[in-house]
Nanobody, 123 residues
């Protein structure tokens, strides 16, 4: 079984920063692709960023240049550093894991999900 636990959400003013963390347990962390998704009220869950076990990463165009995904395999943790936050970044952010080596951006390609952490950006 795989368990993912996100932390680090909260309330921040526009232009501010937050860092989300996702701690993983269970199967060998280092071989997973880890992703971050978000879901705003009334909207579908959307891709934010993903990182392979070797460190290859990809981002949604809406966050590229502002968000940075990273991982620490020794700590079984993936991070999402969010800078220059905008009110439209407000959402519940989810960590997800994929047990294949190729990076994907569809939620359907991820097998395990955390419970989510709320990010609120005030204008």
């Amino acid at each position: 079984q795989v368990q993912l636990v996100e932390t680090g959400g909260g309330l921040v003013q526009a232009g501010g920063s937050l860092r989300l963390s996702c701690a993983a347990s269970g199967r060998t962390f280092s071989i997973w692709v880890m992703g971050w998704f978000r879901q705003a009220p009334g909207k579908e869950r959307e891709f934010v960023a993903a990182i392979s076990s070797s460190g290859f990463n990809t981002y949604a165009s809406s966050v590229k240049g502002r968000f940075t995904i990273s991982r620490d395999n020794a700590r079984n943790t993936v991070y999402l550093q969010m800078n220059s936050l905008k009110p439209e970044d407000k959402a519940v952010y989810y960590c997800a894991s994929r047990l294949q080596s190729t990076v994907r951006s569809s939620p359907n390609d991820y097998s395990y999900w955390g419970q989510g952490t709320q990010v609120t950006v005030s204008s």
